[in-house]
């Protein structure tokens, strides 16, 4: 489903990125729900995936405390660097969190230490946590 264009040759490449600009138009602005057989035995392993015309959105297991990772990526690929477009908005974040069931949930991006950076392309992870931060806006 999600093509991986490092171990592909410059034309393989290039029919990878038509294709996915081509299936961009089957879907609209809004989620869609991907059926599991479409990405079962992928070695990410998500428990959902949803499509729309610009994004990807995973859901991962939860941790033991119950925390939810939502791996977000737009569906468009840079043919000159082979990275997702990057440039996703908090409000399109905001709007797939709740697309994706979570809009009554918080959710952080984490910034780590220098030391512990992956940056292996341009996706935005949002940890879905189980209850309020005290810090938080409207909390009390």
């Known amino acids: 489903?999600?093509?991986?264009?490092?171990?592909?040759?410059?034309?393989?490449?290039?029919?990878?990125?038509l294709f996915m600009e081509s299936e961009n138009k089957q879907f609209g602005p809004a989620l869609t729900l991907i059926p599991p057989k479409a990405y079962a035995g992928q070695r990410w392993a998500p428990l959902k995936v949803w499509r729309s015309s610009e994004f990807f959105v995973q859901e991962f297991s939860p941790t033991h405390d119950g925390v939810i990772r939502l791996s977000v990526n737009?569906?468009?690929?840079?043919?000159?660097t082979l990275r997702w477009v990057d440039g996703i908005r908090w409000d399109d974040l905001q709007r797939l969190k709740r697309e994706a069931g979570y809009g009554d949930r918080e959710?952080?991006?984490?910034?780590p230490p220098d030391s512990c950076i992956v940056?292996?392309?341009?996706?935005?992870?949002?940890?879905?946590?189980?209850?309020?931060?005290?810090?938080?806006?409207?909390?009390?």
Not at 2 to 12: D, G, H, R, W
């Open 1 to 17: 489903m999600i093509p991986q264009f490092t171990s592909l040759n410059a034309k393989e490449r290039r029919n990878a990125i």
């Open 74 to 80: 737009r569906t468009h690929v840079d043919p000159a």
């Open 107 to 111: 959710a952080v991006e984490i910034y």
């Open 119 to 140: 940056n292996v392309a341009s996706i935005r992870h949002l940890w879905i946590l189980p209850g309020r931060m005290p810090f938080s806006w409207g909390a009390r």
